[in-house]
């Protein structure tokens, strides 16, 4: 609750970034005061575009996503950032 990283990301987005931007900063400042977070968001605006983003000692973050066209559920990854 301290970060609110979903409120972030929509602030971001209102600020005119893509979600996977978004969600990438909105867990970047979460790491800069937990250097060992691990965790993951999935970020989608209010015309169906989406994204996601991930941080820690995980290499991909996998989420799912129903694509209307194909009519079924595709798993789709992000690499994770890392602190440095």
Same mark, same amino acid.
């Given at each position: 609750? $301290?970060? !609110?990283?979903? !409120?972030?990301?929509?602030?971001?987005? $209102?600020?005119?970034?893509?979600?996977?931007?978004?969600?990438? +900063?909105? !867990?970047?400042?979460?790491? $800069?005061?937990?250097?060992?977070?691990?965790?993951?968001?999935?970020?989608?605006?209010?015309?169906? @575009?989406? =994204?996601?983003?991930?941080?820690? @000692?995980?290499? +991909?973050?996998?989420?799912?996503?129903?694509?209307? =066209?194909? &009519? &079924?559920?595709?798993?789709?990854?992000?690499?994770?950032? $890392?602190?440095?």
């Amino acid at each position: 609750m $301290r970060f !609110l990283p979903s !409120l972030l990301a929509v602030e971001f987005m $209102r600020n005119g970034m893509k979600p996977d931007e978004a969600g990438k +900063q909105a !867990l970047a400042r979460i790491s $800069r005061h937990y250097p060992k977070f691990v965790g993951g968001i999935v970020v989608v605006d209010k015309s169906g @575009n989406y =994204g996601a983003a991930c941080h820690g @000692n995980i290499d +991909q973050f996998p989420f799912s996503v129903y694509h209307p =066209g194909l &009519k &079924k559920v595709v798993v789709e990854k992000r690499d994770c950032l $890392r602190s440095m």
